[in-house]
């Protein structure tokens, strides 16, 4: 039922922006907390942003605060990450994530790649 898909990534030169979108249904979109994580290749998979149901509380990640935005409009059920001043170690598969009935629930992920 609860389905996270993902869009937005690709390849970016540092210093450019790109914005994530997670299209979210099977749940009740406008009262869960929504997350953003990520994951490089050989790393734990780390949070980099968390949003409440409102979106007038955002959390960040040390490493991306002050260049990465998390937002949400709840009338699209639709989960954003504006991504800024993109460094080659932000390189990772992107990955959207909420919690309902007891459980977690993850996207299939998107490539953000940022390289020269």
């Known amino acids: 039922q609860v389905q996270l898909v993902e869009s937005g990534g690709g390849l970016v030169q540092p210093g450019g922006s790109l914005r994530l979108s997670c299209a979210a249904s099977?749940?009740?979109?406008?009262?869960?907390?929504m997350r953003w994580y990520r994951q490089a290749p050989g790393k734990e998979r780390e949070l980099v942003a968390v949003?409440?149901?409102?979106?007038?509380?955002?959390n960040y990640a040390d490493s991306v605060k002050g260049r990465f935005t998390i937002s949400r409009d709840n009338a699209k059920n639709t989960l954003y990450l504006q991504m800024d001043s993109l460094k080659p170690e932000d390189t990772a598969v992107y990955y959207c994530?909420?919690?309902?009935?007891?459980?977690?629930?993850w996207g299939q992920g998107t490539q953000v790649t940022v390289s020269s």
């Open positions: 994530y909420t919690y309902w009935r007891q459980r977690g629930y």
């Open positions: 099977g749940f009740t979109f406008s009262s869960s907390a």
């Open positions: 949003a409440t149901a409102i979106g007038t509380v955002t």
